[in-house]
């Protein structure tokens, strides 16, 4: 099944909230990027607005709320940021929160996705290359490691997620979609042999070595898409991203 199953992900989110108002979550992981096993689980990613009040009193609440289990039969992994948090880290650059904006599966509706859709494009730069860059890399350890489809599919996908950021502006996850486009075709192959089988599938030898192949173009597109792009060195919009959220906790405590 390549559409994940939203309704379910809606009662683990009931079951499981953070610690304040749900402002963004969506799928991510293999849902999100086009090559879901029958296994799959829900990687499920968002933003929380702590309490304000919470904030003034003596306790330091938590930056992170991470859900890890098994829920109506389905591996559920839940992570949210408090908004801070998310903030800072769309501002240095990190694409898991940029991805988790952009996912095509969104769990909330409404003005605060939006608003964060406007920081988000607001916050592009070329700051994106280091994680998309550090995390390709990590990937190529990884499968080098325990060679299984998966991986290899992440590193077509971080690379191209990458490299079409910076030459676009544009958030694109899907690896059917980059590809093709980028001239990687036979990933195809590995996205048809993964939504076919288990989660942790094997690969041939031969083939994972025809993949592999693959990693120093990978590499290569990345870097000339940072050395090319139009985007800014730094975001251009630190001063928005800190107005946004005053404003978020000002009009949260007015309401307590």
């Known amino acids: 099944m390549t559409e994940p199953d939203l309704a379910l992900a809606r009662r683990f989110l009931a079951a499981e909230p953070p610690p304040g108002r749900l402002l963004l979550c969506a799928v991510t992981g293999s849902h999100a990027y086009g090559f879901p096993s029958p296994d799959s689980d829900l990687d499920l990613k968002g933003v929380h607005l702590t309490p304000t009040r919470a904030l003034l009193g003596l306790d330091d ?40 904006i952009w996912s095509p599966y969104q769990m909330v509706e409404g003005p605060d996705l939006e608003a964060w859709r406007r920081l988000a494009a607001g916050a592009l730069s070329k700051r994106f290359f ?66 076919a089988s288990a989660e942790k599938s094997a690969l041939p030898a031969d083939e994972d070595a025809r993949h592999r192949a693959n990693w120093t173009k990978l590499e290569g597109l990345l870097q000339r898409a940072r050395d ?6 730094h975001p251009a919009n630190a001063a928005a991203c800190e107005a946004w959220l005053v404003g978020a906790r000002l009009r949260d405590l007015s309401i307590c």
Request: aromatic share 8%.
């Open 228 to 233: 090319e792009s139009a985007l800014p060195e």
């Open 61 to 100: 609440p938590e930056p992170t709320h991470d859900r890890l289990t098994v829920f109506e039969e389905v591996e559920c992994d839940l992570t949210t940021n408090e908004a801070r948090a998310a903030l800072r880290l769309l501002l240095g650059g990190n694409g898991n929160v940029l991805e988790r």
């Open 130 to 195: 280091k994680h998309y860059g550090g995390y390709f890399g990590g990937m190529c350890r990884q499968h080098a490691q325990d060679p299984r489809a998966k991986s290899l599919l992440y590193t077509y996908r971080v690379a191209l997620t990458g490299a079409h950021l910076l030459r676009t502006g544009e958030c694109e996850m899907d690896l059917r979609c980059l590809a093709p486009r980028y001239g990687f075709s036979e990933a195809l192959e590995l996205v048809a042999r993964k939504q």
